[in-house]
Structure formats: C-alpha cells, structure tokens
C-alpha cells in the first residue's frame, strides 16, 4: 500500500502554526494581541484566530483572564522542561561538542537562555578532566556570570542590558560584578565574537548560537587557567567559531 505523503496546505498549516508558537516564545512575557500575531506572522487574521484556537484548546496557547492577549501555554512549557533534562545524545550539536571536546582536551558546555538566566544543560568533558565541572550540569546562573552566559547577554542591546542589571543589582553586587564590568565584558564579545572569561583558577571562551524555535544557547570551553592562558582563549574562540557557525 503507497504511503501518504502530506498534503501541501498540511504542511502550510503546520508551519503557520510552529511561527506562532515561535512569535508567542519570542514575546512570552508580554504577550500578543491576534491582530498583532497575524500581522507578524503575515498571515489573515481569520487563519490567525482558528490556529490560535486550536493551539489554545490542546494547551500550547493560553490567553490572558478577560483579556485579548496570547502568550505560550502549560503544555508549550511542560515541553521545554522535559527537554532541558539533556539534549538528544546523538544530535548533531552533542556530536560537534564531542568532537570539541576529543580536539582540545578540554570540558565542553552548552548553555541555553532561560529569561534572565543561563542554564547549563549539558557538558562534555575532555581528557584534561576537571573534577567539579560535570556538577555544572543542571545549574543556573545570572546572565553574564559565566563564559556562555556573558555570550548570551552580549546578544542583548544596551538599554536591555541595563535593565537586566537593575533586576538582579542586589545578587551582581553580592558577586563583586558592576553594571560598568558587565557592560565591559558585553562589549568586548561583541567586537571579538565569543566572550572570554577566566577568574577563580579557571578560564574559557564562549560564543553564541541560535537554536530551534527562536531559543538561544551558547557552547563554551573552560579549563584550568595555566592551560587557557589569553592567547590560548583566543585560538579557542576561533576553533568554536568555525565549528558551531549556523549552518556548518
């Protein structure tokens, strides 16, 4: 018996749908008016309102209490957390990790961006092992505090930057981190195109990268600093730029 392919304006509608989802994950915390949606997503705004509909009714949209904005919904959420347990072993972001790991010797991290935290949701760790870094796995941490997560934030404009400091002063003060050296560290991944970091006996390089459905997460390589001295960060930073550039 020949197999079914998907008709055309299945797949259509499929696409339509997973742009909402995606526009609803980008504006999660405000939220979007139908207008608003369809006129993002480019679509009417009668095809808007029914997949709005139906995304709603399985759980994936939620709709404020008497008002008329969207935002992502309960089974949207319960998703993503099933997923931060670790990512596919045999993806090919693990696999390009892996590989990182086998070239440098050194421990392998990927981050990805939970609001105003990075959470470190896998690590692969090099020949050159490092006993507490596998306990990083599952940890989050603020924006801007660690390797990945300052690649993160260098993602973020200014103004954004700022503000994200103002909610979190009291934790970067306690840390000994000024919005002047938060702002400092933005900068210079910026103009180089991966952070670096190193304090506490450790040092590393991490660069940004997007993922599916508009996520963001960073890769970043640390070790001890007598092994990743700044010269070597910056050897580093071009190696992980060359091996996680979209699309390679």
Not at 78 to 100: D, F, H, I, Q, T
Not at 178 to 193: P, Y
């Amino acid at each position: 018996m020949p197999t079914k392919t998907p008709s055309p304006g299945g797949v259509q509608s499929l696409s339509r749908a997973f742009a909402l989802l995606r526009l609803l994950a980008e504006h999660h915390e405000a939220g979007l008016t139908l207008p608003e949606l369809a006129a993002i997503a480019q679509i009417d705004r009668t095809t808007a309102h029914r997949m709005a509909r139906f995304l709603e009714s399985a759980g994936y949209v939620e709709r404020e209490s008497g008002g008329k904005r969207y935002h992502l919904g309960t089974a949207a959420m319960a998703l993503g957390l099933r997923a931060m347990n670790r990512p596919p072993p045999n993806s090919a972001l693990v696999s390009k990790m892996k590989a990182l790991a086998r070239l440098t010797g050194d421990a392998v991290f990927l981050t990805v961006r939970i609001g105003d935290h990075g959470h470190c949701l896998h690590t692969e760790e090099g020949s050159h092992r490092i006993k507490t870094f596998h306990l990083l796995t599952g940890t989050s941490r603020l924006l801007g505090q660690g390797t990945g997560s300052m690649a993160l934030l260098a993602k973020m404009d200014n103004e954004a930057v700022r503000a994200h400091y103002e909610r979190h002063r009291a934790e970067y003060a306690a840390g000994g981190l000024s919005l002047l050296r938060l702002l400092r560290g933005v900068e210079r991944a910026r103009k180089l195109g991966y952070a670096l970091a190193g304090a506490e006996g450790v040092a590393g390089v991490g660069i940004a990268l997007p993922l599916e459905m508009g996520a963001e997460a960073a890769i970043s390589i640390m070790s001890t600093a007598s092994r990743m001295p700044a010269a070597r960060r910056h050897e580093m930073g071009a190696i992980v730029g060359a091996m996680f550039a979209q699309g390679s």
